[in-house]
């Protein structure tokens, strides 16, 4: 590493002949000094920052509205730097790290360090300062940011559940099912349309997915009225429902625009390559039915099995509905997010593939929950 190095600017803490409303402060920290000077330039067009190397010693002297790290999580030094920060971090209320190495162990490595936004690949200026603008995060009086526990212990659950099928180590089944109940708990006490504006506001792409599809299958069961058991089998099955992509590339799972036809073929091996590692861990065959079966159709015309109504259990039907509507309400930073009365509308024109009845049933959840 180079010489250590701290940076502030635009900040003017004495206040002296400020004429502007004060600007929130944001710290960042970077493993060298042009990545640094580079997510400074970006940041400082509208917040004060404080910006320091990793190798340097920790000076955060006031707590900051956010931290945004860039640096290589392939480094075990720049690990144990941001683990040496972990207090100052959990001030904060948004924690944005920037990977330039997009892979399914980076991300959970960065959740596991405390991560509440990953945001792979080129630096995206707009998607940053998007991010960093966002008020919705707050820092209390006494200078300790609201956590999100079950966001966070959900999205950390997910990124290890994929990072363990990538380096095929043994899978978390207890630890993923308790980050479901947070789920089913939190949507209890405060309904759906709160767990969907936070989760799209601090998560991308597949991680956004899973724990969009997890929080819609529990508000849907708990619309049904399904029983303590039932319910968990349907969080579980929701948690654990798109594992299989972790043996695809980021770089597909979260590709601006259509699919060719080969990568389509690839996304499509997803549930039979979730249901083959599932089956060496100690997990229900109704969960594993969820898993292999949840882009099948009535009809038959779904994959991977092109199996027909009879043949389709009633979790599959309800986790099928979750996974279309999650999939259409997802925050993209590409496109529009689609208004949750259009995405029902999308719903009930799939004549003959869904279970009508379900779907409307599904209505109140949908549009009012």
Not at 3 to 31: C, Q, W, Y
Not at 159 to 166: C, I, P, Q, R
Not at 302 to 315: F, N, Q, R, T, V
């Amino acid at each position: 590493m180079q010489n250590a190095r701290t940076m502030l600017r635009h900040a003017n803490p004495a206040g002296i002949g400020e004429k502007e409303p004060a600007r929130s402060f944001v710290h960042v920290l970077a493993d060298t000094s042009d990545k640094l000077a580079g997510v400074c330039s970006i940041v400082e067009e509208r917040f004060a920052v404080a910006g320091e190397r990793l190798d340097a010693e920790a000076r955060l002297t006031r707590v900051p509205a956010a931290i945004v790290i860039r640096a290589d999580l392939r480094d075990i030094d720049n690990i144990a730097a941001i683990k040496k920060r972990a207090r100052d971090l959990a001030k904060a209320g948004k924690r944005i790290f920037l990977l330039e190495h997009s892979s399914h162990v980076g991300v959970s490595q960065a959740y596991a360090l405390g991560a509440t936004l990953v945001l792979p690949g080129t630096i995206n200026r707009s998607r940053l300062l998007a991010a960093l603008s966002d008020p919705a995060d707050s820092v209390s009086s006494s200078g300790t940011a609201h956590s999100d526990n079950a966001v966070e212990a959900a999205a950390t659950a997910i990124a290890s559940m994929f990072t363990a099928v990538t380096l095929g180590q043994p899978l978390d089944i207890d630890g993923t099912k308790a980050a479901g109940r947070q789920i089913a708990d939190r949507i209890t006490e405060r309904g759906l349309s709160e767990w969907l504006t936070t989760v799209r506001r601090h998560h991308e792409g597949t991680y956004q997915h899973c724990l969009l599809v997890t929080g819609v299958a529990i508000d849907f069961g708990l619309s049904l009225g399904v029983g303590r058991a039932d319910l968990e089998r349907l969080y579980s099955a929701a948690m654990f429902h798109d594992v299989g992509k972790a043996r695809i590339p980021l770089a597909i799972l979260d590709k601006p625009g259509r699919l060719d036809a080969e990568e389509r073929a690839l996304i499509e091996t997803h549930p039979a390559e979730g249901y083959e590692f599932l089956k060496g861990h100690n997990v229900s065959p109704e969960i594993l039915d969820a898993v292999r079966h949840h882009h099948e159709y009535l009809d038959g015309s779904g994959y991977p099995d092109g199996l027909c109504a009879e043949s389709i259990g009633d979790i599959v039907r309800i986790l099928t509905i979750s996974d279309i509507f999650a999939a259409l309400i997802e925050h993209r930073h590409y496109k529009p997010t689609m208004p949750r009365t259009e995405a029902y509308d999308v719903l009930c024109g799939m004549n003959g593939k869904l279970e009508k009845a379900l779907v409307h049933s599904f209505k109140q959840v949908a549009l009012t929950r």
